[in-house]
């Protein structure tokens, strides 16, 4: 329940939580303006190579041109959103986006764009992503303060989620009636009017950083930070494989499912939208519930990201494939904010971005790769097999992490005070973090 509004100095209400600042309600405001525009244009990359008389192995192509930089510069835009004002790296990188997309548009609209094209555009808007990214949640965790954490990152995620929700559909619909390249424009102006609105941000609050050394140096320090936290280093792992299994059984074998089992493309859309309900379920839970062991709770809730996998397997009917991926999108946003809520508490302020870079780097680092190779592993293992494998890799991965101490065992702090840097592992304890990563999370 959000609390009642207080008076401000001169006796009028508020309108926002107390918690809700200057600088969170710009970042949700312009989460919600750049979802509801990408999530569209997604769907209108697609489309436009489509329409200039691409295959869908060219789709695939744009597609993995927008992932492949965001795995080479995620760990480069991390290190630079500790080192520069980090709204000043989100507008540089709304910017490139806008123009990338504003481009593409064009392209589009007159008529003939070329596959080259069209690849090197997406690839841009991918290195505006890489650099956007780590600034992004490292300007969130320090925009929240005190108890109200869990609720602040819960409403950003649900505002986020709902915006991609609206955004695929009002873009599926725009696509249908006016075509891909206004889509695309439209995407472009998100971007400039998102921009607009972080240039607005205030880093007053953010201590200054003393000089150090270049950028190896910074990236050497997050690393730091990353492998002396037991329960980041191996949920990072965790997800490096759980991202992966998960994205490859939603991208490739859902739709293939969809079309020779359940009916066709709109019962695995109606499968989708059911994940995205089931997020904003998540959030609102998570609005309400502060659990006091964080880590061990989010993990518990990765469990059921097994389920869509298995239910394609089977397959289930078409409410019940709808059921699991409700269940799962709610479980995984119980996770997402925990994760965060555990981020804000244990990593020091000047150092978010890098960490987040080393996450984000994790999370997607084996993504394009999984998807690749779906489609071998179906000729090789049949698509049923392929399927089961997905899900037990997530239950297997996810059981592993258990073993892990820290995951267990971290707690919620009242009110939350951010720890200092940790001291490094000693070298007689090191095998057996060891072993707790090799029992199966990679």
């Not at 489309?47 to 192509?61: N, P, Q, R, W």
């Not at 150090?212 to 949920?235: F, N």
């Not at 997020?279 to 518990?300: D, E, F, H, S, Y």
Request: hydrophobic share 55%; proline share 7%.
């Amino acid at each position: 329940m959000s609390p009642s509004p207080t008076a401000t100095p001169h006796g009028l209400p508020r309108r926002r939580p107390e918690w809700a600042g200057r600088n969170y309600t710009l970042l949700t405001g312009a989460a919600v303006i750049t979802n509801l525009g990408s999530h569209g244009a997604l769907i209108a990359a697609a489309f436009a190579v489509l329409e200039a008389g691409g295959s869908g192995g060219d789709v695939g192509l744009v597609a993995a041109a927008r992932t492949l930089p965001l795995v080479l510069f995620l760990l480069v835009g991390g290190a630079l959103a500790d080192r520069l004002p980090r709204h000043r790296v989100m507008v540089a990188a709304n910017a490139l986006n806008c123009l990338s997309q504003a481009v593409f548009a064009v392209l589009v609209l007159a008529g003939d764009p070329q596959l080259w094209q069209m690849m090197l555009l997406t690839a841009l808007c991918g290195t505006g992503t890489a650099f956007f990214n780590p600034a992004a949640e490292g300007m969130l965790l320090s925009s929240v303060s005190g108890e109200h954490s869990n609720r602040a990152f819960a409403l950003f995620r649900m505002a986020m989620n709902g915006a991609g929700i609206g955004g695929a559909a009002l873009g599926g619909a725009m696509i249908a009636a006016i075509g891909p390249g206004w889509v695309l424009a439209v995407d472009a102006a998100a971007f400039a009017l998102a921009g607009l609105l972080r240039a607005f941000l205030r880093v007053d609050h953010v201590a200054g950083r003393a000089p150090g050394g270049g950028l190896l140096a910074d990236l050497r320090e997050g690393w730091v930070e990353v492998r002396t936290r037991p329960w980041l280093w191996s949920i990072v792992l965790q997800f490096s494989v759980v991202v992966a299994v998960v994205g490859a059984a939603e991208a490739v074998y859902g739709p293939l499912v969809a079309r020779d089992r359940l009916g066709g493309p709109a019962p695995w859309g109606m499968a989708l939208a059911c994940f995205g309900a089931g997020t904003i379920a998540g959030a609102l839970l998570m609005m309400m519930w502060k659990p006091r062991r964080l880590l061990l709770v989010g993990t518990l809730c990765v469990f059921p990201l097994a389920l869509p996998s298995a239910g394609l397997a089977v397959p289930l009917p078409v409410w019940g494939l709808c059921a699991v991926m409700f269940v799962s999108g709610a479980a995984i946003e119980v996770f997402g904010v925990n994760w965060m809520t555990a981020m804000h508490q244990e990593i020091p302020e000047e150092k978010f971005s890098r960490v987040s870079a080393y996450d984000w780097f994790g999370s997607v680092s084996m993504l394009p790769l999984a998807t690749a190779l779906a489609g071998p592993a179906e000729t090789a293992f049949g698509r049923t097999t392929a399927l089961w494998g997905c899900a037990a890799l997530v239950v297997v991965g996810t059981a592993a992490v258990l073993f892990v101490p820290d995951v267990r065992r971290l707690t919620r702090k009242h009110p939350p005070v951010r720890s200092a840097a940790p001291v490094p592992t000693a070298p007689d304890a090191a095998p057996d973090a060891a072993r707790g990563s090799a029992a199966g999370v990679s």
